[in-house]
């Protein structure tokens, strides 16, 4: 692999081209997250893991959201998503994520697995899009509507947390995929939409904004 194929510059350990590595070895590490042989070989097989969609968000809070301090969006990871939606008590898990006091907007990938026994479980992603603002819960699934159910009880729990109402819609306009395999891709990409064409570009005009005022 060229040292020019990714954005990450120094900042990422890689172990390509080791036939010797065990699934559950680093292949690729990143700021906190780990990629193992497991995960990279699900990619191939084109299913993204809890981990590489963990890795997507480590990669778009470093490189891009961190270019906006003023921004308050959260990139919430899979396996915190999870717990959110499996809890009865949402408010026990509040110590163990990340303070929601002043955000705007939060990022949720919703699985559809019910077992909290079953590592990596589930057969299909999907992504809530909770604005806080606008206490709005928005629910993109590009197998509309196989999540329809999590989506909509994540979004009570995420509103217990928050100790605000939120209203849940579901996008039936959502881009809908052509297979079986690609709704992580999907989720990925709408994040990457959302948050960069959207929410982030808001911000730069308030950017330009602050500058023509000056």
Known sequence: MSSGFHPFG???SRRFG???????DAYLSY?????TVEDVDCI???WLTD???AFWEEYLEHEKLNAYPKARIVLLRPSMAFMLLQTNDPMSLKSALPSFEHTTHIFLPVNDCRDVETAEG???WSLLLVSVVDGVAFHYDSLCPSNMEEAKMLSHHISQLLQKPLKFV???DSPQQENGSDCGVFVCLLMQHLLLGRLLQAHAQDKEG???GD
């Open 44 to 46: 191939k097989n084109d």
């Open 10 to 12: 120094g900042r990422v």
């Open 122 to 124: 589930g057969s299909h």
């Open 170 to 172: 579901n996008l039936d």
């Open 210 to 212: 602050d500058v023509e």
């Open 18 to 24: 080791d036939k010797s590595l065990h699934p559950d």
């Open 31 to 35: 700021h906190d997250i780990r990629l």
């Open 51 to 53: 981990n590489a969609i």
